[in-house]
């Protein structure tokens, strides 16, 4: 019998950012904290610079834990530095990047809506990744 979804939810979002290894094989690791239809809520870590790439199902929010490097949205010339405690926002379809990683590690808190399918990432360059290639679970 599968145990139904909690109404409520604590996190120790430092303890789990902290989780994460130094290395990995594919481009980020991540945790899911939530998982509704609604809307889904992660924690990565991003291990390399991440190739222009766009969901189709989901608007992403990504709040910045640690780490500095650079990003855009849309374009290449609309983007910029991220460092901790800024929130990058983008719709679903937008292509986006993070070119540079500056200072690790790069760790984002994710609130996707409505929720994300961990393959949803269709890369600009299909020859830059596949889902299995850009993120795995921890």
């Known amino acids: 019998m599968q145990k139904a979804p909690s109404a409520f939810g604590r996190f120790d979002v430092k303890k789990i950012a902290d989780s994460f290894p130094p290395r990995a094989d594919t481009l980020l ?20 610079p991440t190739p222009a790439h766009y969901h ?40 986006h990047a993070l070119p540079e990683m500056n200072e690790e590690p790069v760790v984002f808190l994710s609130v996707d809506t409505p929720r994300r399918d961990p393959k949803d990432i269709i890369f600009v360059n299909p020859q830059d990744g596949t889902p299995e290639s850009f993120i795995k679970a921890l």
């Open 56 to 95: 189709a199902t989901c608007d992403e929010y990504l709040y910045v834990l640690s780490g500095r490097g650079t990003f855009w949205l849309d374009n290449p010339q609309n983007g910029g530095a991220f460092e901790p405690g800024q929130l990058l926002f983008f719709k679903k379809g937008v292509v």
């Open 29 to 48: 690791l991540d945790t899911y904290l939530t998982n509704e239809e609604a809307a889904s809520a992660r924690i990565f870590r991003v291990y390399r």
